[in-house]
């Protein structure tokens, strides 16, 4: 939310934010997209190669006109978590992954070190 380019409060009052990823946040009135997901790569990204699938969660009670298009997501189990369908979300490029979701890393230890590659490979060009 903090990289949105505003972010609204609890008085509905709109504040400007880092402006580095596009849309504002807005306050919901209930817990919205509550659960486990599965997130399906669409592209080739620092933590993972397209059709590639990471797990995480979601929990939150703001939400984004535009949470990205890197990812599919879709709830996992449970009969109340079919009821939602896919949606795309997360923000991927040479040096950062972002979105709502919070990636659950002991399921996707590739992620974790493609993640930690990447690093040293920028630490390197820092070098030259």
């Known amino acids: 939310m903090y ?15 880092t402006g580095i990823l596009p849309g504002t946040c807005k306050k919901q ?31 939150h009670y703001w939400d984004s006109e535009e949470n990205g298009d890197a990812f599919l997501s879709k709830k996992i189990a449970g009969k109340e978590n079919n009821e939602e369908p896919p949606y795309l979300c997360g923000y991927v490029r040479d040096t950062l992954a972002a979105g709502f979701t919070h990636l659950y890393f002991p399921a996707n230890e ?8 990447k690093c040293r490979e920028y630490q390197e060009y820092g070098k030259g």
Do not use: P, T
């Not at 990289?3 to 934010?17: C, R, S, Y």
């Open 29 to 59: 009135k209930n817990l919205v997209r509550f659960g486990y997901v599965s997130l399906e790569a669409l592209k080739d990204n620092l933590l993972c190669k397209k059709g590639e699938k990471l797990v995480g969660h979601e929990f």
């Open 3 to 17: 990289l949105k380019e505003a972010l609204e409060d609890l008085h509905h009052e709109m504040h400007a934010m």
């Open 110 to 117: 590739m992620a974790v070190e493609n993640f930690c590659k």
